[in-house]
């Protein structure tokens, strides 16, 4: 039986997965493995809401083990380390948990056709102090922590007798892309509401600072300069203070030094300002690679050096034709991806020619909390942005989850998580406290 092994359990890996296991794997067709070094898959966009706090973890987090029962593929815990081309082989390091004990060895497995899915990480541009006093929020459990850590900060300012130090309860996001900017709002959103469960000693208005920080001209600099606008406007409503054209030289344990000499206090520093591929892929099995150590893929998005050997997601570097760069590294081009390799791997497995994928930009959607959605729809489809706000634009931005929820669970299942989320809902406090 042929061997598909994906590496990697993102948005459009484990999409992949389960179409292959759904069409391939459960009819005995093809043997599917997914590899991924974490235990659960979250949706990588809901992360700024998991930080924040709206969002409840456990109730979004999808299973690999149960996904894999369910959908026809075979999920295996590790890190892939290494591939050998030559007996088509790709090496895992051993998996240790929390305590240092080890669960499983190092492993290779066999793969006839070989996807590599591993995503991105954040890119700190070698600033110096941004590892030691910053989060990222590349995971999950990034995300859980930096949450941890501002109710700490409330609790601990709301206890303490003395004034706040000129740091304290202030939070700053370097990075105005989408996920700093829709952290902002969020964060602006869920202090008050944290705060209103009985830290009556502290003011959000007066006390709680947010401050987001962008080396560009503008915020959102990668999106339609209209959107920009429109969420700096909101922004500046809700008394985030945006500092724009503003390179950091450094991040030190009580704020942020930016090039020009002016220093922003800051108890929490979360960095979300660019992304590389995974270090590992830089010199992994002699695949070409560029700069931001993404594997350059052909239009088949079959990497250029390895016909059997393909890369989608934010890890690929894909031509996008009429463009001066890559296709740009977002949710809805791993969704095509998945959906254009669920149907060419089988051509692939056949010794048929493979069709080109080509990226479709349907704009692009920036939460703002509850207090706006802005966003562009349908790119050049249309031969240019239709912009939108307001309620439509929540919830378009809100069905693109629902999206990835179908891909991974189909219509019914998705009907009735959502029906049963909107009744707990109104049980529980809208933040959470712990």
């Known amino acids: 039986m042929r061997r598909i092994v994906i590496v990697g359990g993102g948005a459009g890996g484990l999409e992949l997965a389960t179409r292959l296991g759904d069409k391939l794997g459960k009819r005995g067709k093809a043997r599917i493995t997914l590899i991924e070094r974490k235990r659960t898959h979250l949706w990588k966009p809901l992360l700024h809401e998991i930080a924040a706090g709206s969002m409840d973890l456990g109730m979004h987090e999808v ?8 959908h026809g ?10 591939i050998d081309r ?17 669960v499983t060895p190092a492993r290779e497995f066999g793969y006839d056709v070989l996807v590599i899915a591993v995503g991105s990480l954040t890119n700190d541009f070698g600033t110096p102090g941004v590892k030691e006093h910053a989060i990222a929020l590349e995971t999950s459990d990034q995300a859980a922590r930096f949450h941890g850590r501002l109710v700490n900060a409330c609790i601990r300012a709301h206890a303490q007798e003395g004034p706040l130090r000129p740091e304290q309860l202030q939070v700053a996001i370097i990075g105005a892309g989408a996920t700093g900017t829709e952290l902002a709002a969020e964060l602006h959103k869920t202090t008050r509401q944290l705060v209103a469960f009985g830290l009556d000693r502290i003011d959000p208005d007066k006390d709680i600072k947010i401050s987001l920080i962008e080396a560009a001209p503008r915020i959102l600099p990668a999106l339609p300069e209209r959107l920009s606008e429109a969420a700096a406007k909101l922004l500046d409503g809700l008394g985030v203070r945006v500092h724009t054209g503003a390179p950091v030289a450094e991040v030190l344990a009580d704020g942020v030094k930016l090039t020009n000499g002016a220093f922003i206090p800051a108890e929490l ?22 700069k931001l150590n993404q594997l350059v893929v052909h239009q088949t998005l079959q990497t250029t050096r390895d016909d059997d050997i393909f890369a989608m997601g934010d890890c690929a570097a894909c031509s996008w034709p009429g463009h001066d760069r890559p296709v740009p590294p977002r949710a809805q081009a791993a969704h095509q991806q998945a959906s254009h390799l669920a149907v060419q791997l089988k051509r692939h ?29 349908m790119g050049k489809l249309v031969g240019g942005n239709l912009f939108i706000e307001g309620v439509f634009a929540g919830l378009m931005y809100k069905s693109l989850y629902k999206m990835h929820q179908l891909a991974l669970h189909g219509v019914t299942k998705v009907t009735l998580e959502t029906v049963a989320r909107m009744i707990t809902r109104r049980t529980e406090p809208h933040v959470k406290l712990h």
């Open 63 to 70: 299973d690999y083990l149960a996904q894999a029962y369910w």
């Open 73 to 82: 593929f075979t999920y295996r815990i590790g890190e892939m380390t290494g």
């Open 86 to 102: 030559a007996r088509r082989m790709v090496q895992v390091a051993p998996f240790v948990d929390a305590e240092g004990r080890q």
């Open 269 to 290: 520093v979360v960095w979300s300002a660019g992304v590389k591929a995974p270090d590992f892929l830089r010199n992994i099995a002699g695949l070409e690679t560029n």
């Open 349 to 377: 497995l056949a010794g048929e020619p493979l069709k080109e994928w080509h990226y479709r930009d349907f704009g692009s959607l920036v939460s703002l909390g509850n207090y706006s959605t802005v966003g562009s729809l």
